[in-house]
């Protein structure tokens, strides 16, 4: 989220609500359908292959069509497939340090950034 805060600070133009969203974006005040639409995110991101048909029914309960959850999981996948390029060229970011000896900079560790696979190897 670091690298994309200056983005969603633009689109919000609220400081204090991302910066609650930063803590926690399930208890940041949004409504039901934005939640529904930020956890199926979150999921498709760190465990993509344990989204399933009823992360998709939450999306449609929430007011969203085939063509929005669409559109969401190919943003969520964008996302994905540009960090995972990013980290597999070593590229960094402005204002991000090369890992200290030893780390790797994957997911988990202090300098990485979410490549959208959950951390797994098999991603």
Known sequence: MTHHRR??????????????????????GRDARRRAILGYAEALTRTPSAVAE???????AAGRDDADVLGLAECVAYYAYVNR?????????????????GESGAVGDAGGRDSGNGGRADG
């Open 7 to 28: 983005g969603l600070r633009r689109l919000l133009r609220d400081d204090d609500l991302l910066a609650r969203i930063e803590r926690d974006w399930r208890t940041a």
């Open 85 to 101: 390029i990013a980290d597999g060229l070593g590229v960094r970011l402005e204002g991000e340090s090369a890992p200290e000896s």
């Open 54 to 60: 009823e992360d998709v029914e939450g999306l449609r």
